[in-house]
């Protein structure tokens, strides 16, 4: 080593020790006056730049859930994946090559060029085949529901053609109704002969605006690879249209975007018909097969009967990765996106680990990849359980609950569904908070969360946040954190955090899992629940 190696590495080391000193300072205030500080410290690691934004089959995604791993290690949970605390996960990753793909609107024999990224991005979530073309009929929303006797297709001839619909559903149809066959709608477009799906950006109940959305063209897609897991089959094209472009594919239709953007703000239905042009596509994308994990560890009941029973709390670890630079930032954190829930996972999984609580049922931990893929890693733990299937009675989902403002209510997704509503109900009573609906069910979070994969797996199941009235300042708050920070590389250890929030949230979190882990009957789900029909014979 030669005196100026020395002296760097001094300098350095000098550093580092301030750094580490404020670090450690920070900590010991942050221990005495707050009671948030464990959970943050899982949250500063997770969400730290060097874990680079947790990607899916990142290696850095793979530290991650080695440190959840050894965290339920130590809070004394055993393993409850397969041979240890990981689940393997395959998937196949697809990354288009736009150089080489083309879109364009064909008229009279005359191509208009769409330009992607700007005007339209192809979803990378289908195997897209090499070249489409073909006519294009615009149908509404797109929407079957058999339950409210809607349907968009009927009476249209779709046969060998691309459908054109906006993103959303008309209000009449009730939110998770809605939210659930707008997941669905490719089965129904299928049987109707269609062959791919234009879908125009709905600016109603979009989080992220056009500009910011389109940077994530470049990042791999995943899908579950060969667990026939994946709904969109046949489908041969799919394309994302900004609305901000969407009048080009209405030329000489007779109606125009704006129009029809005009009767979606009042809620009706939309009109449906055939447009007078064809859509060419030619798609290249890369292909390849990665494998992730998902992490779960097991607290045994102590109940001798209910302890065949397992109550799982669910969290997703992964985020998005690298991507476009914001603000020459390029790592998306992921800090509350879900490094949060994860952390209240862990802590939940220390305080319970413990023994100072006797919960009956048994208690699964899982801390699931994929998630921003779409469900990926919670939809296949819930269709491969490490435990028998039809003794998971419950989940609760912990996904980006945002203690920006301070904790009086909980937003609950799935609360008019199950029973899980009145223990809920009755923990909130005792610590004086309130229990909220969904007040934007526009934005689909009901199926855009973990807990979904469970509940279409039969399983009763919730998902908690830190609550907010609609149209109020706190609601102001969240928009604006949306609009900002969610799915950016602003969503890091620099934001405003209400520690207070967090750790009271984090406290009548873990009484709602001791509650549900120790009530006397099996959660039910409403009679009147459409999401009862998934239910499995007990
Ligand atoms: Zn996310």
Same mark, same amino acid.
């Given at each position: 080593m030669?005196?100026?190696?020395?002296?760097?590495?001094?300098?350095?080391?000098?550093?580092?020790?301030?750094?580490?000193?404020?670090?450690?300072?920070?900590?010991? $205030?942050?221990?005495?006056?707050?009671?948030?500080?464990a959970?943050?410290?899982?949250?500063?690691?997770?969400?730290?730049d060097?874990?680079?934004g947790?990607e899916t089959?990142s290696?850095?995604?793979?530290?991650?859930?080695?440190?959840i791993?050894?965290?339920?290690?130590?809070?004394?949970?055993?393993?409850?994946?397969? /041979?240890?605390?990981?689940?393997p996960?395959?998937?196949?990753?697809?990354?288009v090559?736009?150089?080489? &793909?083309?879109?364009?609107?064909?008229?009279?024999?005359k191509?208009e060029?769409?330009?992607?990224?700007?005007?339209?991005?192809?979803?990378m979530?289908?195997?897209?085949?090499?070249?489409?073309?073909a006519?294009?009929?615009?149908?509404?929303?797109g929407?079957?529901?058999?339950?409210?006797?809607?349907d968009?297709?009927? /009476?249209?001839d779709l046969?060998?053609?691309v459908?054109?619909?906006?993103?959303?559903?008309?209000?009449?149809?009730?939110?998770?109704?809605?939210?659930?066959?707008?997941?669905?709608?490719?089965?129904?477009m299928?049987?109707?002969?269609?062959i791919?799906?234009?879908?125009?950006?709905?600016?109603?109940?979009q989080d992220?605006?056009w500009d910011r959305?389109k940077?994530?063209r470049?990042? @791999?897609s995943?899908?579950?690879?060969?667990?026939?897991?994946e709904?969109?089959q046949?489908e041969?094209?799919?394309?994302?249209?900004?609305?901000a472009k969407?009048?080009?594919?209405?030329?000489?239709?007779?109606?125009?975007?704006?129009?029809?953007?005009?009767?979606?703000?009042?809620?009706?239905?939309? @009109?449906?018909?055939n447009?007078?042009?064809?859509?060419?596509?030619?798609?290249?994308?890369?292909r390849?097969?990665?494998?992730? $994990?998902?992490?779960?560890?097991?607290?045994?009941?102590?109940?001798?009967?209910?302890?065949?029973?397992y109550?799982?709390?669910?969290?997703?670890l992964?985020?998005?990765?690298?991507?476009?630079?914001?603000?020459? =930032?390029p790592i998306?954190?992921?800090?509350m996106?879900?490094a949060? /829930?994860?952390?209240?996972?862990?802590?939940?999984?220390?305080?319970?680990?413990?023994?100072k609580? $006797?919960?009956?049922?048994?208690?699964?931990?899982?801390?699931?990849t994929?998630?921003?893929?779409?469900?990926?890693?919670?939809?296949?733990?819930?269709?491969h359980?490490?435990?028998?299937?039809?003794?998971?009675?419950?989940?609760?989902?912990i996904?980006?609950?945002?203690?920006?403002?301070?904790?009086? &209510?909980?937003?609950v997704q799935?609360?008019?569904? &199950?029973?899980?509503?009145d223990?809920?109900?009755k923990?909130?009573?005792?610590?004086?908070?309130?229990?909220?609906s =969904?007040?934007?069910?526009?934005r689909?979070?009901?199926?855009?969360?973990?807990?979904?994969?469970?509940?279409?797996?039969?399983? @009763?199941?919730i998902?908690?946040?830190?609550?907010?009235v609609?149209?109020?300042?706190?609601?102001?708050?969240?928009?604006?954190?949306r609009?900002?920070?969610?799915?950016?590389?602003?969503?890091?250890?620099? $934001? @405003?955090?209400?520690?207070?929030?967090?750790?009271?949230?984090?406290?009548?979190?873990?009484?709602?899992?001791?509650?549900?882990?120790?009530?006397?009957?099996?959660?039910?789900?409403n009679? =009147? &629940?459409?999401?009862?029909?998934?239910?499995?014979?007990?």
């Open positions: 030669t005196t100026t190696e020395i002296k760097r590495h001094a300098v350095t080391a000098t550093l580092l020790i301030a750094v580490m000193s404020v670090t450690a300072g920070t900590f010991a $205030q942050n221990a005495a006056t707050n009671p948030a500080a959970w943050w410290a899982h949250i500063q690691y997770l969400a730290s060097q874990m680079a947790r089959g290696v850095e995604h793979r530290r991650a859930a080695q440190y791993a050894d965290a339920f290690k130590r809070a004394g949970l055993k393993p409850a994946g397969i /041979g240890g605390y990981f689940q996960v395959k998937f196949i990753s697809r990354k090559v736009e150089p080489k &793909s083309s879109l364009a609107i064909i008229k009279n024999g191509a060029p769409v330009v992607l990224g700007e005007e339209a991005t192809f979803s979530s289908i195997e897209h085949a090499a070249r489409t073309e006519p294009m009929a615009f149908v509404g929303y929407l079957t529901v058999p339950e409210t006797n809607y968009d297709l009927a /009476g249209l046969k060998g053609k459908a054109v619909l906006l993103s959303g559903g008309p209000s009449e149809i009730p939110g998770p109704l809605r939210a659930h066959y707008s997941n669905e709608r490719w089965s129904a299928k049987r109707a002969g269609v791919g799906v234009i879908s125009i950006q709905n600016p109603i109940g992220i605006p959305s940077l994530a470049f990042r @791999p995943l899908s579950l690879a060969g667990s026939g897991l709904a969109n046949g041969q094209l799919a394309v994302t249209f900004n609305p969407a009048e080009k594919l209405f030329v000489d239709s007779g109606h125009t975007f704006a129009e029809i953007m005009k009767i979606a703000e009042s809620g009706k239905a939309l @009109p449906r018909f447009l007078p042009a064809s859509i060419r596509a030619s798609v290249v994308f890369e390849k097969v990665i494998e992730s $994990q998902n992490v779960a560890g097991i607290l045994r009941g102590t109940d001798p009967k209910l302890k065949d029973e109550v799982v709390l669910s969290a997703h992964d985020h998005v990765g690298k991507g476009e630079p914001i603000n020459n =930032d998306y954190n992921g800090a996106d879900n949060s /829930g994860v952390a209240t996972l862990i802590e939940a999984a220390r305080a319970f680990g413990s023994g609580k $006797q919960l009956k049922r048994s208690v699964i931990f899982l801390a699931v994929g998630e921003e893929h779409g469900l990926k890693g919670s939809r296949y733990y819930a269709s359980p490490t435990v028998p299937a039809n003794q998971i009675v419950a989940d609760i989902n996904d980006m609950f945002l203690p920006l403002f301070p904790f009086r &209510s909980f937003i799935g609360l008019e569904e &199950s029973n899980l509503a223990d809920l109900r923990v909130a009573k005792t610590a004086g908070v309130d229990v909220l =969904d007040p934007e069910p526009e689909r979070a009901f199926v855009r969360s973990d807990q979904y994969s469970f509940i279409r797996n039969g399983v @009763p199941s998902s908690l946040k830190v609550g907010f609609k149209d109020s300042p706190e609601h102001e708050i969240v928009k604006k954190w609009k900002e920070r969610y799915h950016a590389p602003s969503d890091d250890l620099n $934001q @405003p955090i209400d520690f207070e929030s967090a750790a009271r949230f984090n406290d009548t979190y873990l009484k709602v899992a001791e509650e549900i882990a120790n009530r006397a009957e099996r959660p039910r789900w009679n =009147d &629940s459409f999401f009862k029909r998934f239910a499995r014979q007990e």
